[in-house]
């Protein structure tokens, strides 16, 4: 099976962070120029917090980051590791994106503060209010083996669970609906999801930002880091979230594609529908998206209101139709600026990607194969 993928990318640039001038200048002098970061964390180091601070990036990126700096910066004060940090995003970041991040910054202040939340309760990570019991449990031991058994595991890299209660997707379906009355009434321009859905919201476009942050930091970066670290799922620093709506007068299907993400949760919020499976087809790297679908990689996977899909950003799926009533799905696309910033320097993606995987077993078998017969060359023995 061989489908032509398109990458589903945002319309808009996710937040990033900055800082000003502390304590530390002399070492940061001598550091001036080869500001670096290391290639492997320091996995001892407890990062600051860099929330509540008026900074252009997103306050998890620096919290990511700081694991990464020299062995000299960590016991410098904020300010200066924060300095140094933005110096060399800024250095990585062009004065385009940077201007379009200030723009959308602009954008999400205009609606927040003219905007009036119905549903006050979803603003904050209210835990024991929002998640199912069995995955607070999981995720309060935090192994391996707890997350394994609240989950399901259909085809390999697609892992599915309980995760929220009713009482959260009501709360989340209503206040979207909220939104979107006041859109209508006061003929605001909103950005859609991303280019291939055009119904729907930003969910951090209105001040859901912060509780989705913590969604990812506390409760989708701890199950990332196990079943995901060779994509960045133990640095997960950003995040997109948004709701997709399909239906009648709606969105019917979406194309076959990849995410723009590190790692997606895809949650389905309700409501009444049928139709609308996921198709899952295989993780493929850049170089490889559009190739043949093995016949193991195929998965069709039908949407149960507070029920999760976990996959890498890079598995190749689609949407098939709704065929009647309305469906919502929550989504969280994850990402990792570390894992980004090392991929560009990568050229063996066989830790991931199922086509260089066959690549790199074929190489081998060759080889194999090649060396059996000059041995057998050598013994005086007929080559098979």
């Given at each position: 099976?061989?489908?032509?993928?398109?990458?589903?990318?945002?319309?808009?640039?996710?937040?990033?962070?900055?800082?000003?001038?502390?304590?530390?200048?002399?070492?940061?002098?001598?550091?001036?120029?080869?500001?670096?970061?290391?290639?492997?964390?320091?996995?001892?180091?407890?990062?600051?917090?860099?929330?509540?601070?008026?900074?252009?990036?997103?306050?998890?990126?620096?919290?990511?980051?700081?694991?990464?700096?020299?062995?000299?910066?960590?016991?410098?004060?904020?300010?200066?590791?924060?300095?140094?940090?933005?110096?060399?995003?800024?250095?990585?970041?062009?004065?385009?994106?940077?201007?379009?991040?200030?723009?959308?910054?602009?954008?999400?202040?205009?609606?927040?503060?003219?905007?009036?939340?119905?549903?006050?309760?979803?603003?904050?990570?209210?835990?024991?209010?929002?998640?199912?019991?069995?995955?607070?449990?999981?995720?309060?031991?935090?192994?391996?083996?707890?997350?394994?058994?609240?989950?399901?595991?259909?085809?390999?890299?697609?892992?599915?669970?309980?995760?929220?209660?009713?009482?959260?997707?009501?709360?989340?379906?209503?206040?979207?609906?909220?939104?979107?009355?006041?859109?209508?009434?006061?003929?605001?321009?909103?950005?859609?999801?991303?280019?291939?859905?055009?119904?729907?919201?930003?969910?951090?476009?209105?001040?859901?930002?912060?509780?989705?942050?913590?969604?990812?930091?506390?409760?989708?970066?701890?199950?990332?880091?196990?079943?995901?670290?060779?994509?960045?799922?133990?640095?997960?620093?950003?995040?997109?979230?948004?709701?997709?709506?399909?239906?009648?007068?709606?969105?019917?299907?979406?194309?076959?594609?990849?995410?723009?993400?590190?790692?997606?949760?895809?949650?389905?919020?309700?409501?009444?529908?049928?139709?609308?499976?996921?198709?899952?087809?295989?993780?493929?790297?850049?170089?490889?998206?559009?190739?043949?679908?093995?016949?193991?990689?195929?998965?069709?996977y039908s949407h149960v209101p507070g029920r999760a899909v976990l996959h890498r950003g890079?598995?190749?799926?689609?949407?098939?139709?709704?065929?009647?009533?309305?469906?919502?799905?929550?989504?969280?696309?994850?990402?990792?600026?570390?894992?980004?910033?090392?991929?560009?320097?990568?050229?063996?993606?066989?830790?991931?990607?199922?086509?260089?995987?066959?690549?790199?077993?074929?190489?081998?078998?060759?080889?194999?194969?090649?060396?059996?017969?000059?041995?057998?060359?050598?013994?005086?023995?007929?080559?098979?």
């Amino acid at each position: 099976m061989s489908l032509e993928v398109t990458r589903k990318e945002n319309e808009q640039p996710t937040p990033a962070t900055g800082g000003h001038n502390g304590n530390g200048m002399a070492v940061l002098q001598s550091m001036a120029t080869t500001h670096r970061l290391r290639l492997n964390p320091n996995t001892e180091h407890k990062p600051e917090s860099y929330e509540g601070l008026h900074l252009e990036f997103s306050p998890l990126l620096f919290s990511s980051l700081e694991r990464y700096l020299p062995p000299p910066m960590l016991s410098l004060s904020r300010d200066s590791k924060l300095h140094y940090m933005r110096d060399i995003i800024l250095r990585y970041s062009p004065e385009g994106e940077r201007t379009r991040v200030q723009k959308q910054r602009e954008y999400r202040q205009k609606i927040i503060s003219h905007y009036q939340p119905l549903q006050r309760e979803l603003y904050a990570m209210h835990a024991s209010n929002f998640f199912a019991p069995s995955f607070l449990k999981a995720i309060n031991e935090n192994k391996g083996e707890s997350f394994r058994s609240i989950m399901a595991e259909p085809t390999q890299g697609v892992f599915t669970f309980e995760m929220l209660q009713p009482h959260f997707c009501e709360l989340l379906l209503s206040e979207v609906e909220n939104f979107e009355k006041w859109v209508h009434e006061t003929k605001f321009r909103i950005m859609r999801p991303n280019t291939m859905n055009k119904f729907g919201a930003v969910l951090d476009d209105f001040g859901l930002e912060t509780m989705l942050g913590k969604l990812m930091e506390d409760f989708i970066r701890p199950i990332s880091k196990v079943f995901f670290s060779d994509v960045g799922g133990s640095t997960l620093d950003s995040h997109h979230g948004f709701v997709v709506e399909y239906g009648v007068n709606r969105d019917v299907e979406l194309g076959f594609h990849v995410d723009d993400s590190e790692v997606t949760l895809n949650v389905c919020l309700g409501k009444q529908f049928s139709g609308g499976d996921l198709f899952f087809r295989g993780v493929r790297c850049d170089k490889h998206v559009n190739t043949e679908t093995e016949s193991d990689e195929i998965l069709d996977y039908s949407h149960v209101p507070g029920r999760a899909v976990l996959h890498r950003g890079r598995h190749r799926h689609g949407a098939r139709a709704t065929t009647s009533g309305h469906r919502v799905n929550l989504l969280l696309w994850c990402r990792s600026s570390v894992f980004r910033e090392l991929r560009k320097y990568q050229k063996d993606f066989s830790s991931w990607c199922g086509e260089c995987q066959r690549e790199k077993k074929e190489r081998q078998r060759v080889s194999i194969a090649a060396t059996k017969q000059e041995l057998l060359k050598r013994e005086g023995k007929p080559a098979t």
